[in-house]
């Protein structure tokens, strides 16, 4: 804790970035792996949620500091900053022997999270009394969520560099996504074999767009490759010189979450990168979306649940043979390599082809389309035949056309506390999509997640209420669902120009952020797809 | 004034005033006569008739004053007659010279601080604890966020700083009132990293201060820009108010501290925008100040210049008769505005 609290204190003293580079140079050179992780954790900017009211921290400061809590506001007032008065205020600490920071974060810091505000008491005394002056400073920061460091990701990144002899972009690249610190991850970041970093790089996802008009305005049936819409999670598989990776839409590496789809990877050649959907499966077909959902839960994946909830991931383009980039080839030549890569695979396997949906015509799709729920699909893919793998969402080339009944992903800006059962719980939302840069209020829904969801959702909202009027909360624009209704029309009444009917909260799209929500734009080509159908 | 026994001072218009003997204690416009407790700025104005001061202060007061004040003096404790009042100064530990005022009358004695601190400082008798009824303290660094470090661990700081700088080419400039915490910066500083140099208004307090016999390593006026050999591994010695002048910019490259109690706290130090902060008063800390009016074991406690609402506050509910005092003292200030 020594180490990282004088490295917080260089930092902090320190405007020249040159400075701050050396400065974090030095620490990780002599940190232990772990240590180093936790280091990296809170310089890129990761803190705990809120783990002690404010509050009671201000009280049991004064209790320890034996001042009453009058002398205490004075002193905070004259130095404006919590964490330090505090540290301030604190009688010399007795000492205690040195302790590595992973100690403090995972035998302290995280378990207050789940302790009461007594037992908090007693542990944060404890905490107090064992560090002295300057580490109290640091410590104070982390346990209020306060800690911010005057050094930027691209500073950080700059030292690991340093320290490591990589590259600036090997060690961004391995700082993207999610990551557990742990010595492991260190020893991760800084490992000369660069060759994972530039392997397992996924390529940009390439995104439909909803239909907008009838599928005849598409033109000659036969120029479109027609597939299910599957909805679960949109990935990257990539095998390249002997690893495999996983990359969800979200630029999250996915590695041992799926071990079912990994362990088949290992069948495919080098230089190869599918893009398809993981979805649980069984007996041909998706299972519901809340059993992918139980199994992304659990932080261990035992025997039971991959039993119960098997995943497969359902190919839909083959991006890369051989190391070779097919992106800019046609669609049809991709599908036909697909084919055959996905032939020489073990059957049985838990790598399939998402199927193309045979009809002679538009009328013999719409028919198809009906269907689609049946299978476990949310509609159909029009993906031009000729069509290159874009980047991003275009407009023109695939289509997702959804069957009914309609859903948009929206996200949650307002919520109201419930009545009866729910009474005291924020449980009626009101929900918006992008249009441009904001966020117009469309549909209000109360009905459609559990009791667990609705707990977590009361309490996102209490932690993240920007502003209140009356009784409704505008949140921080974070949480995304994915919201059904049975009827869209267009609407002078509503300020988006659409109403809904029976919206409900079909999903909670936890994979989703904000920016990844529809835009009105999107739904309102909704009231035209319903009109054409 | 709901306050009991006898009122050997009030406050006025121009400061402190003891009616029995017709005098004022560190009064802020010109009058008669004042009692001085110790040079600075906020305590000894310009322009009175005569002084009243400690002899240990003399040198560094008439530097303040100019030629032609009139300064009488009194050894630490030796006692005067002025009206019947029988008024002695007693060493406030604060800066050389710096005194408490003691006075007494019919049996009530009262007490004015002046600035002080019960820290150890080589260059000036140390805080001496007087019994008192009416204590009239300065309350500068009154809250107990203000706690000082140990003074060698200060100076180990400073000086590892200044090493750091030479070792890597750059001048260490480091600011400190000129009278006062420059010369006790000087008495701390290791002479054996590099040469010490000096702003004008440091250099002539120092001269003072040798004067009056306080040993203080040998140091360099630096009134032209110093030749490179000469400034390398340096430490400059400056006033606050160099800081960002023409003058400061010659040294470059440099690193640049301050010294002061303000420092404890971070808001201060980044204020600033300096590369650092040294905690390092001249006045007394929470803990010493409670425990210094303790000592005096006064009834009744007058509090002058800093967190006089804190202290009053925290006085009377340890059952003092507590008053903040509006004086025009100003605690720790830079009052050595002066251009090179
Ligand atoms: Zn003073
Ligand atoms: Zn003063």
């Not at chain 1, 772990?34 to 049991?60: C, E, K, N, T, Y």
């Not at chain 2, 009194?74 to 005022?101: C, F, K, M, N, Y």
């Not at chain 2, 016999?213 to 030749?227: K, S, V």
């Amino acid at each position: 804790m020594k180490d990282f609290a004088a490295l917080y204190t260089a930092l902090d003293e320190t405007t020249a970035t040159n400075q701050k580079v050396a400065a974090m140079v030095a620490y990780f050179r002599s940190a232990p792996p772990a240590d180093a992780a936790w280091a990296v954790h809170f310089l890129s900017g990761w803190r705990p949620r809120r783990l002690i009211r404010a509050g009671d921290l201000r009280r049991w400061a004064a209790l320890a500091a034996a001042i009453p809590e009058w002398l205490f506001e004075e002193s905070y007032h004259a130095v404006g900053d919590l964490a330090e008065t505090i540290a301030l205020l604190l009688p010399e600490g007795a000492g205690a022997e040195e302790r590595p920071l992973a100690w403090w974060v995972e035998e302290r810091l995280l378990p207050l999270r789940d302790l009461e505000p007594a037992e908090q008491e007693v542990s944060l005394i404890a905490s107090w009394r064992e560090l002295s002056g300057r580490e109290r400073y640091v410590w104070n920061k982390l346990i209020t969520g306060a800690f911010r460091v005057g050094a930027s990701q691209r500073l950080v990144v700059r030292a690991l560099a340093e320290v490591s002899g990589l590259s600036d972009e090997v060690i961004a690249h391995r700082l993207m996504g999610a990551w557990e610190p742990g010595p492991g991850f260190y020893e991760r970041l800084t490992a000369h074999d660069t060759r994972d970093a530039d392997w397992s790089r996924p390529y940009p996802f390439f995104l439909a767009h909803a239909l907008e008009q009838p599928p005849s305005a598409l033109g000659d049936r036969t120029c479109w490759q027609v597939e299910w819409k599957w909805d679960g999670i949109r990935a990257q598989l990539i095998r390249r010189a002997g690893q495999t990776f996983l990359w969800s839409r979200g630029e999250d590496l996915l590695n041992g979450r799926f071990p079912e789809v990994e362990e088949l990877a290992a069948f495919l050649p080098s230089g190869t990168v599918i893009d398809g959907e993981l979805l649980p499966w069984r007996d041909g077909r998706p299972l519901p979306f809340a059993q992918m959902q139980r199994r992304i839960g659990r932080k261990k994946l035992d025997r039971r649940i991959l039993a119960e909830v098997p995943v497969a991931l359902i190919a839909y383009d083959l991006l890369e043979e051989g190391g070779e980039d097919l992106r800019t080839r046609p669609l049809g030549e991709r599908r036909r390599r697909l084919e055959a890569l996905v032939a020489s695979l073990p059957t049985g396997a838990s790598i399939h082809l998402s199927p193309v949906v045979e009809g002679d015509d538009w009328p013999a799709l719409a028919d198809a389309r009906l269907a689609a729920r049946d299978r476990g699909a949310e509609g159909l893919m029009l993906k031009h035949a000729e069509s290159a793998y874009g980047v991003g969402r275009r407009r023109g080339d695939w289509w997702k056309w959804k069957v009914d009944p309609l859903s948009v992903d929206a996200v949650l800006i307002y919520a109201q506390p419930g009545s009866g059962r729910r009474a005291g719980l924020y449980t009626d939302y009101t929900f918006g999509v992008w249009d441009g840069d904001r966020l117009v209020a469309f549909a209000k829904a109360y009905s459609g997640l559990t009791d667990e969801e609705i707990r977590q959702v009361d309490a996102f909202v209490r932690r993240n209420t920007l502003d209140k009027f009356g009784p409704v909360r505008v949140v921080k624009p974070e949480l995304v669902f994915e919201l059904a209704f049975e009827g869209i029309q267009h609407s002078s009444r509503h300020k988006s120009g659409v109403a809904v009917r029976f919206p409900r909260m079909a999903r909670w799209r936890t994979d989703k952020a904000a920016a990844d929500a529809d835009t009105l734009e999107t739904v309102r080509g909704l009231i035209d797809a319903v009109n054409a159908r | 004034m709901p306050d009991s026994g006898m009122t050997l001072l009030r406050l006025t218009d121009r400061g402190l005033y003891c009616e029995a003997g017709d005098f004022y204690v560190d009064p802020w416009a010109p009058v008669d006569r004042a009692v001085v407790t110790h040079a600075h700025g906020d305590h000894a104005t310009w322009g009175c008739r005569r002084y009243l001061a400690s002899a240990a202060g003399r040198g560094v007061l008439a530097l303040r004053l100019g030629p032609d004040a009139v300064i009488e003096t009194l050894d630490w404790g030796e006692p005067v007659s002025l009206g019947g009042v029988r008024v002695s100064l007693h060493p406030a530990g604060h800066i050389l010279g710096s005194a408490q005022v003691r006075l007494e009358m019919g049996g009530e004695v009262w007490v004015v601080s002046g600035d002080y601190k019960t820290d150890p400082d080589p260059t000036c008798a140390p805080f001496e604890p007087i019994r008192c009824d009416t204590f009239i303290t300065e309350s500068t660094f009154g809250l107990p966020i203000y706690r000082w470090p140990a003074e060698t661990e200060v100076f180990a700081e400073i000086n590892a700083w200044w090493r750091a700088n030479a070792a890597e080419g750059r001048t260490s400039l480091l600011f400190g009132y000129a009278l006062g915490k420059a010369q006790r910066l000087l008495a701390g500083l290791d002479p054996s990293i590099g040469p010490i140099l000096t702003h004008g208004a440091v250099e002539r307090m120092t001269t003072a201060y040798r004067e009056a016999g306080i040993p203080l390593p040998a140091t360099t006026h630096a009134a032209a820009l110093p030749r490179k050999a000469d400034r390398e591994g340096a430490l400059v010695l400056a006033p606050p108010s160099a800081e960002g002048s023409a003058w400061t910019r010659r040294f470059a490259p440099f690193s640049a501290a301050f010294a002061s109690g303000w420092m404890r706290v971070r808001g201060a130090r980044r204020r600033r925008a300096l590369d650092r902060g040294f905690t390092l008063s001249d006045h007394v800390d929470w803990p010493a100040l409670l425990a210094a009016i303790d000592a005096t074991g006064a009834g009744r406690v007058w509090v002058t210049h800093g967190f006089t609402a804190a202290v009053t506050r925290w006085l009377g509910e340890r059952g003092l008769e507590a008053r903040a005092l509006a004086t025009r003292f100003e605690g720790e200030r830079d009052d050595d505005v002066e251009v090179e």
